[in-house]
């Protein structure tokens, strides 16, 4: 089944249900109308997006209008956080509704954020007002963006400088580089000159880099004053590449600095995996984060095991629900006690879909 990977010879259905991890990606992965598809057709995730909406506030309204109407690019972290945070917890919350609760999240940038609230570390107001807060701040630092290296870090070292930084290391040959507009355009041409492929990621912002710190002084105290809780649910940090302590998840200047900090999403993934078996979904639009840890040696050898929920690529509704409950068919022959879901009742053969379109 594309997607997924089915049990191979180090894991074996006899010995039980492997638990499941979330895998909650962040800015690069959003499209116009990520998992729209699912709204109003699944009931959890559509109150759990409208929960999400509703802590947004004001700007809840626009938001919501902006997703569903699919008009152009989501490169603003104005518009793609805020949609990328409301569809990770979404979709969690879904998941989670199947009695397939994760025992581990490990979110991917704004991804992290996500997993904060489904692990309880915030409440889903405050971790909302919290994204609204940093998307607001970083629209006044220099003009900047990302750029994914099919590279590893070693190999990008002497073409970085001038503000441009490893924002990412998501693969031992898969970096993402961040900086101000003009310099990493100029690296992306010393790249390519020296046959090293790269691809600019959907972003207006340099997030991960150090050229977001002054535009985020001050976000401590806004943090400072949310209600924080060490994880209900063990959460993976991309910060750390580690299990997320209690005295960080409570730390103000843990979540102020994460929006600059680094993703080491590849050494949070090994020390997640260090700890399997698990069945990894990546609750989130795309596949990007499956097609990664597709690649670690425990799920290559069968181990542990990878199942996304949406399609690979922006698709129409029907594309979102069939990934859906292609994934639900997956948990299911994990041995996990996933219930019929909206989205197959809607699909079952000559049944209308009477959301089709919204």
Request: aromatic share 2%.
């Given at each position: 089944m594309p997607g997924t990977e089915r049990p191979g010879p180090g894991h074996s259905l006899t010995d039980g249900p492997r638990r499941v991890a979330l895998l909650l990606p962040g800015q690069g992965a959003q499209y116009p109308r990520m998992a729209a598809g699912l709204y109003t057709c699944e009931p959890v995730f559509t109150a759990a997006m409208d929960e999400v909406f509703h802590a947004f506030g004001p700007a809840g309204p626009g938001l919501r209008g902006r997703w569903l109407d699919g008009a152009g690019p989501l490169d603003d972290a104005a518009l793609a956080q805020p949609l990328l945070f409301a569809v990770d917890y979404a979709l969690g919350r879904l998941v989670s509704s199947w009695g397939a609760g994760p025992a581990a999240l490990l979110g991917h940038s704004v991804g992290e954020m996500a997993a904060a609230a489904l692990a309880g570390v915030f409440s889903v107001r405050d971790a909302a007002l919290l994204v609204l807060d940093?998307?607001?701040?970083?629209?006044?630092?220099?003009?900047?963006?990302?750029?994914?290296?099919?590279?590893?870090?070693?190999?990008?070292?002497?073409?970085?400088?001038?503000?441009?930084?490893?924002?990412?290391?998501?693969?031992?040959?898969?970096?993402?580089?961040?900086?101000?507009?003009?310099?990493?355009?100029?690296?992306?041409?010393?790249?390519?000159?020296?046959?090293?492929?790269?691809?600019?990621?959907?972003?207006?912002?340099?997030?991960?880099?150090?050229?977001?710190?002054?535009?985020?002084?001050?976000?401590?105290a806004v943090v400072a004053r949310t209600v924080r809780r060490p994880p209900a649910v063990t959460v993976y940090s991309g910060s750390t590449a580690a299990v997320l302590r209690p005295e960080e998840a409570l730390d103000t200047g843990f979540w102020a600095r994460q929006p600059m900090e680094p993703v080491l999403f590849w050494a949070a993934l090994d020390a997640l995996l260090s700890d399997g078996p698990y069945l990894l979904v990546e609750a989130g639009p795309g596949r990007g984060l499956a097609g990664i840890a597709r690649r670690h040696p425990a799920v290559r050898r069968g181990h542990s095991a990878v199942c996304a929920l949406l399609p690979a690529l922006p698709g129409d509704d029907t594309a979102e629900r069939t990934s859906l409950r292609q994934a639900a068919e997956v948990l299911r022959a994990e041995g996990l006690p996933v219930p019929r879901t909206a989205v197959e009742a809607a699909l079952r053969p000559g049944a209308a879909d009477s959301s089709e379109g919204s």
């Open positions: 940093r998307v607001s701040r970083v629209g006044a630092a220099p003009p900047g963006g990302m750029l994914a290296v099919a590279a590893s870090v070693a190999q990008v070292e002497p073409y970085l400088g001038r503000d441009v930084v490893v924002g990412a290391v998501n693969a031992p040959r898969h970096v993402v580089l961040a900086g101000p507009r003009g310099p990493l355009g100029e690296v992306a041409d010393r790249l390519a000159a020296a046959g090293l492929n790269s691809l600019p990621v959907p972003s207006d912002t340099a997030f991960h880099s150090p050229v977001l710190g002054p535009a985020l002084a001050g976000a401590g």
